[in-house]
């Protein structure tokens, strides 16, 4: 596993935040890739920004991947964001997130 990652990936108690980068209007929700100079995790979703769509989108959808609560903790009006995974650990995020890419 690379370290890079871990630029994304930060730990408060039980609770790991991740810093992702969305596209909006893609064909499916899915995580893309890794944008090293943004040091954020790409996410691709259907819906486009409008009343809290988007939002709503990817909070379901990461939500059922870590199969658990997930919010976003930063920049719900902007493409850059930072979601908050709920009692889990990082070793557990990383894994799941990698799997993708």
Not at 39 to 54: C, D, L, S, T, Y
Not at 63 to 92: A, P, R, W
Request: aromatic content about 8%; overall charge positive; proline content about 2%.
């Amino acid at each position: 596993m690379s370290n890079k990652y871990l630029n994304a990936i930060s730990c408060e108690g039980n609770n790991v935040f991740i810093d992702i980068e969305v596209s909006p209007n893609s064909n499916k929700f899915q995580i893309s890739g890794f944008n090293e100079w943004r040091n954020r995790f790409e996410v691709r979703i259907k819906q486009v920004p409008q009343k809290g769509r988007a939002n709503k989108e990817i909070v379901k959808e990461l939500s059922k991947l870590f199969n658990c609560n997930v919010n976003i903790s930063k920049g719900e009006k902007s493409s850059q964001k930072t979601v908050m995974v709920h009692d889990v650990d990082i070793e557990y995020v990383l894994e799941k997130l990698t799997s993708f890419l």
